[in-house]
């Protein structure tokens, strides 16, 4: 797979956050007499110096700022996995708090080294203020693709409520357009069982942008359901929004009407089961009539351990 070009995200990381202190370069041990050589022990790296230096797993608490709101536990376990043979490609980002130090960006890489049992890990440790902090968290995770279209909206709301910035503040700090942050936003006006489908990956962004056009939320939720059991596209979508805002108003039939809630209990019972037997994220999507299960992979491997569950042969 080809490497995507960088992104806008790259640039004015290093306006974000600066060393702790600047690197100080190690004392040169004093000369020993030639009769009697004597090994000097090395210099620990200094704090803020480029690269990084180890520091006490324990000593780590996370972010109060972190945008991911889901860890899933396999994932978790296949990084630890890749952690133990290959060795951590890439240090976590840390600042001092107090006698400890908090999370800036690689939360689920110290979490891997938690459940490895390592007592250290490699961080570079930086300077930064809370707003800073935040958004080059939400950096480190779009840059890494690891967060779900609520996640990153959430990330958004976030920076601008907790630090008083606009969007267009809030925008430059994680190097995107305005109206990509507006347009982010806009998701989170969906109600819960939608922003559900999205962050599930049962909706696309683009479904949600559609289904926004019909502000009764009943009708959005009706036409959702709808577009999920059919597996209608975008432009099949629009259609269907516009068929509904000329007839004002959507078909209920089509929307599985008499699911009770004692159904909805068993499906989220039968979900949380599917999840923890398959080692993946999955969705059901539960009518009276027909409905739907999604199991999300992630790369050819994932796809095969699956397979390998269910007893089919790839």
């Known amino acids: 797979m080809a490497t995507p070009p960088k992104s806008r995200l790259g640039r004015g990381l290093g306006g974000l956050i600066s060393s702790a202190a600047p690197a100080q370069p190690a004392p040169k ?6 009769a009697a050589p004597a090994a000097a ?4 790296a200094p704090t803020g110096a480029p690269g990084y230096q180890e520091i006490a797993v324990a000593l780590i608490e996370p972010s109060p700022y972190q945008a991911r709101r889901e860890v899933i536990p396999e994932q978790l376990a296949e990084l630890a996995e890749s952690i133990r043979a290959e060795g951590l490609l890439q240090p976590i980002v840390v600042r001092k708090a107090g006698q400890k130090f908090q999370l800036i960006a690689g939360e689920r890489r110290w979490r891997a080294f938690q459940q490895l049992k390592i007592k250290t890990i490699p961080a570079r440790i930086v300077e930064a203020s809370n707003a800073s902090s935040a958004a080059l968290g939400l950096i480190e995770n779009l840059q890494r693709e690891g967060l779900n279209p609520i996640e990153e909206a959430h990330g958004y709301a976030s920076l601008i409520r907790d630090f008083d910035l606009t969007q267009e503040t809030a925008a430059t700090r994680v190097g995107k357009g ?5 347009n982010s936003l806009r998701l989170l006006a969906l109600d819960a069982e939608l922003q559900g489908y999205l962050a599930k990956s049962l909706l696309s962004v683009g479904h949600a942008k559609v289904l926004l056009g019909i502000n009764d939320a009943a009708q959005r939720t009706v036409l959702a359901r709808r577009v999920i059991e059919e597996g209608l596209s975008v432009r099949a979508t629009e259609k269907l929004t516009g068929q509904v805002k000329t007839d004002g108003g959507a078909k209920p039939a089509k929307a599985g009407k008499g699911a009770t809630a004692a159904d909805a209990a068993a499906v989220a019972s039968i979900q949380k089961k599917l999840t923890s037997h398959l080692g993946a994220r999955v969705a059901v999507l539960h009518t009276p009539k027909k409905g739907r299960i999604v199991i999300e992979y992630r790369g050819n491997e994932d796809l095969q351990r699956l397979l390998e569950k269910l007893g089919v042969e790839a």
């Open 29 to 34: 041990p004093e000369a020993a007499p030639a």
């Open 41 to 44: 022990a090395p210099a620990p």
């Open 178 to 182: 305005r109206a990509s942050v507006a």
